[in-house]
């Protein structure tokens, strides 16, 4: 479970969005074995694609980010819901590349050249797409791009996967800081010199833990905040408006595998049954597999007749 905070300055100018992911980030590559490259680029989808999820209106709204590249990673889709739960896969969970030029793990090398899309289903009869070439690949900055062409939203992404030495995740989070319409001008230049000198988030992170090894959950990314903006005026420093929750849940069933079943058609069903006899399928997000034997097929098949 992550704790997540919303915030709002005084001045309205800007609200925030902060979590700390660890463990949800750590959960994810135990179920994916994921290596630490990987761990990072499904990291920061899911952690980004959680706080959006939290953006949402409704607790059953949804949202998918998906990146897809030329590169030996592939896909890194990430799926989120309104009320904070969120899944997600890498469709190459064992790449592994250099450190890139920085001495970081290379998630854009990762991703290559490719598209960041994202779709959300607000119960509406279409749901909105929106689709960008990847920036980086570095996932962060393609948020902050999409954010910006896709929906007009002036934002700064901030996401962060450390990796220890052991390859167990030290720290993960991430914040998005989205501007608001009627944005005074001394928030923006404060808030620019803010995001311009700040450390990776993950070394804050790690150093407020270390600081406050008392605190629960919410009292960390609490401190978390205090840190990030300490130097902010006090105009224009943020203040929670709401304390939410991330969690990594995968909502896979039966049911819904059995609706899978009943779309690849009639003729291929036929095939499985009368060659195979049985099916096996495997949930992408948290790798459960589901069996389903031949009268279980066969039941299938009738009911799309
Ligand atoms: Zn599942």
Same mark, same amino acid.
């Given at each position: 479970?992550?704790k997540?905070?919303i915030?709002?300055?005084?001045s309205?100018?800007?609200?925030?969005?902060?979590t700390?992911?660890?463990?949800?980030v750590?959960?994810?590559?135990?179920?994916?074995?994921?290596?630490?490259?990987?761990t990072?680029g499904l990291?920061?989808?899911?952690?980004?694609?959680?706080?959006?999820?939290?953006?949402?209106?409704?607790?059953?709204?949804?949202?998918?980010?998906?990146?897809?590249?030329?590169?030996?990673?592939?896909?890194?889709?990430?799926?989120?819901?309104?009320n904070?739960?969120?899944?997600?896969y890498?469709?190459?969970?064992?790449?592994?590349?250099?450190?890139?030029?920085?001495?970081?793990?290379?998630?854009?090398?990762?991703?290559?050249?490719?598209?960041?899309?994202?779709?959300k289903?607000?119960?509406?009869?279409?749901?909105?797409?929106?689709?960008?070439?990847?920036?980086?690949?570095?996932?962060?900055?393609?948020?902050?791009?999409?954010?910006?062409?896709?929906?007009?939203?002036?934002?700064?992404?901030a996401?962060?996967v450390?990796?220890?030495r052991?390859l167990?995740?030290g720290?993960?989070?991430?914040?998005?800081?989205q501007?608001?319409?009627?944005?005074?001008?001394?928030?923006?230049?404060?808030?620019?010199?803010?995001?311009?000198?700040?450390?990776p988030?993950?070394?804050?992170?790690?150093?407020?833990a270390?600081?406050?090894r008392?605190?629960?959950?919410?009292?960390?990314? =609490?401190? /978390?905040m !205090?840190? #990030?903006?300490?130097?902010?005026? %006090? &105009?224009?420093?943020?203040?929670?408006?709401? @304390?939410?929750?991330?969690?990594?849940?995968?909502?896979?069933?039966?049911?819904?595998?059995?609706?899978?079943?009943?779309?690849?058609?009639? =003729?291929? /069903?036929? !095939?499985? #049954?009368?060659?195979?006899?049985? %099916? &096996?399928?495997?949930?992408?997000?948290?790798? @459960?597999?589901?069996?389903?034997?031949?009268?279980?097929?066969?039941e299938?098949?009738?009911?799309?007749?």
């Amino acid at each position: 479970m992550s704790k997540a905070l919303i915030a709002i300055d005084q001045s309205k100018s800007y609200r925030v969005y902060l979590t700390i992911t660890t463990d949800l980030v750590q959960k994810a590559s135990d179920i994916h074995e994921t290596t630490p490259v990987a761990t990072a680029g499904l990291g920061r989808t899911l952690t980004a694609a959680g706080l959006m999820g939290i953006m949402l209106k409704n607790e059953g709204d949804k949202l998918t980010v998906q990146f897809k590249g030329d590169g030996p990673a592939k896909q890194i889709l990430a799926t989120a819901y309104g009320n904070g739960n969120v899944k997600g896969y890498i469709a190459n969970p064992y790449v592994d590349l250099p450190l890139n030029e920085k001495g970081k793990l290379d998630v854009g090398g990762s991703l290559g050249i490719g598209e960041l899309t994202v779709i959300k289903d607000l119960g509406l009869r279409e749901p909105y797409v929106g689709t960008i070439a990847l920036v980086s690949g570095e996932i962060a900055d393609d948020l902050t791009a999409y954010f910006y062409i896709s929906e007009q939203q002036n934002s700064s992404v901030a996401l962060g996967v450390k990796i220890e030495r052991d390859l167990t995740v030290g720290a993960a989070g991430g914040m998005i800081i989205q501007m608001l319409p009627q944005a005074e001008e001394g928030a923006v230049d404060a808030l620019e010199q803010l995001i311009g000198s700040m450390e990776p988030l993950t070394t804050i992170i790690s150093r407020v833990a270390e600081h406050n090894r008392a605190l629960s959950d919410s009292g960390l990314v =609490q401190a /978390l905040m !205090e840190e #990030i903006f300490r130097e902010m005026p %006090a &105009e224009y420093k943020p203040r929670m408006l709401d @304390e939410r929750e991330i969690n990594w849940n995968c909502d896979c069933s039966y049911e819904r595998l059995q609706q899978v079943l009943m779309t690849i058609g009639k =003729q291929d /069903l036929t !095939e499985i #049954i009368e060659e195979d006899g049985e %099916a &096996e399928l495997q949930c992408q997000f948290c790798l @459960e597999k589901y069996h389903f034997d031949r009268e279980a097929l066969t039941e299938i098949l009738n009911r799309i007749n």
